[in-house]
């Protein structure tokens, strides 16, 4: 049980760097265009910074990648659906909205976690 809240403590504090401490402006930009660089690059830190813990907790090589692969296509799929359901609702003028579609963005984000947490209990079991 504390290998779970380990890692899930240290995969929040990940999403939590990568998305306010690490994500320049050009990659909050680049989140609603499938032709720009910024989502693609925001997806891939987060995708990184999980294999990094993985890869501290133990799992295989393999298990990593399919992770990280899987977490890419994930985040940068929330990320893009969150920007383009803001840029066509009245979100950015109704702070309620605004909140509502930012907390389902992160509690989407966060549900990965508990996923990868299987992943990675499943695989080291």
Request: proline residues 3%; charged residues 10%; without cysteine.
């Amino acid at each position: 049980m504390l290998f779970v809240f380990v890692l899930i403590s240290a995969l929040l504090i990940k999403h939590y760097l990568a998305d306010f401490v690490f994500q320049p402006q050009w990659m909050l930009k680049g989140k609603g265009s499938l032709t720009a660089p910024g989502g693609y690059a925001h997806a891939a830190l987060h995708a990184a910074g999980s294999g990094l813990i993985l890869g501290m907790a133990g799992l295989a090589a393999t298990p990593i990648a399919m992770v990280m692969a899987t977490e890419f296509i994930v985040h940068y799929t929330i990320d893009f659906a969150k920007d383009r359901i803001t840029a066509y609702s009245s979100a950015d003028s109704s702070p309620y909205l605004y909140w509502q579609l930012h907390g389902f963005d992160q509690l989407a984000h966060q549900m990965t976690y508990v996923a990868i947490a299987w992943v990675a209990m499943t695989t080291l079991a």
